[in-house]
């Protein structure tokens, strides 16, 4: 298997479904690593050493070990209850989410909703926003007016990899 393949793999247990090769996740997201390499190890070629260049060469550093290596989780995405302990922190005044045109109408109704997962996803630059949007066909780029959103009371998080995150997005702070 190739090493994106394994990747999304990963992906799929550490933020959704662990308990399909055998394992749990803690409060926290966090795997044992030598668990994970057991159970993925069935039907994927997986060592500590393939698993490090994974984690090293994401491209948009999904993943995270502890400090001594011995747990791993992913760094947001999840559709299942986990913490991994975010910080509250202030927004930058514009922040970006990006989408596919068929999916527009809704958006301008019932602003981002956080659907399967435990956050909406929003990125800190246009570029970004629009390569995420291109994965859903044409992409539409909405600005979110997250400083105003912020002084309202609405809290965002920012995980380790950049992504920011909150719980939804009203339509009155989205702007195409």
């Given amino acids: ?13 550490l933020r959704h479904e662990p308990e399909i090769i055998g394992i749990t996740l803690d409060e926290h997201g966090w795997a044992e690593v030598d668990e994970l390499i057991a159970g993925v190890s069935r039907t994927h070629a997986l060592t500590m050493e393939v698993l490090e260049q994974i984690v090293r060469e994401d491209e948009k550093q999904r993943y995270s070990f502890n400090e001594d ?25 514009l922040l970006y989410h990006g989408t596919g045109q068929q999916f527009t109408a809704s ?65 009155r702070y989205l702007e195409k």
């Fill in 107 to 171: 958006i301008d109704e019932q602003g981002l909703l956080r659907m399967s997962r435990l956050y909406v996803h929003l990125s800190a630059d246009y570029d970004t926003a629009k390569k995420v949007g291109q994965r859903h066909g044409k992409p539409v780029v909405y600005r979110v007016r997250s400083g105003r959103m912020y002084a309202d009371g609405f809290q965002f998080y920012r995980s380790v990899n950049g992504v920011w995150l909150t719980k939804a997005v009203p339509a």
């Fill in 69 to 93: 290596k011995t747990l791993i989780r992913a760094n947001q995405g999840h559709s299942i209850p986990v913490d991994v302990e975010l910080e509250e922190v202030k927004p930058p005044e």
């Fill in 1 to 13: 298997m190739s090493l994106k393949s394994t990747s999304k793999y990963l992906s799929l247990i």
